[in-house]
């Protein structure tokens, strides 16, 4: 399994950013996938779920509204939409797949929000 994040960077407070995550290793569209992210001295936390199929997805409140997940089973590649960026942001993000008991994440892509 390996899991390739991209397209961090900095962007100003309001802007936006998209996220992507390549998929190999695995059968990508069988398996529901998650980003995460992580800022100095805080717990790794959930940011957005979506299943296999991309019909059902899930976000943590202090992002709802504003991030979109979606996914291409065709190229094997999970996204994250991310508008409005806020000073709460900045982290770096990883994307990891939950398979056969084990979870697997990628080395993550890092946001830094500022003006």
């Known amino acids: 399994v390996q899991l390739v994040e991209s397209g961090g960077g900095l962007v100003q407070p309001g802007g936006s950013l998209r996220l992507s995550c390549a998929a190999s290793?695995?059968?990508?569209?069988?398996?529901?996938m998650s980003w995460f992210r992580q800022s100095p001295g805080k717990e790794r936390e959930l940011v957005a779920h979506i299943d296999s199929a991309g019909d059902y997805t899930h976000y943590e409140d202090s992002v709802k509204g504003r991030v979109t997940t979606s996914r291409d089973n065709a190229k094997n590649t999970l996204y994250l939409q991310m508008n409005s960026l806020k000073a709460e942001d900045p982290a770096v993000y990883y994307c990891k797949v939950w398979k056969e008991g084990m979870n697997y994440w990628g080395k993550g892509t890092l946001v830094t929000v500022s003006s």
């Open positions: 290793g695995f059968t990508f569209s069988s398996y529901g």
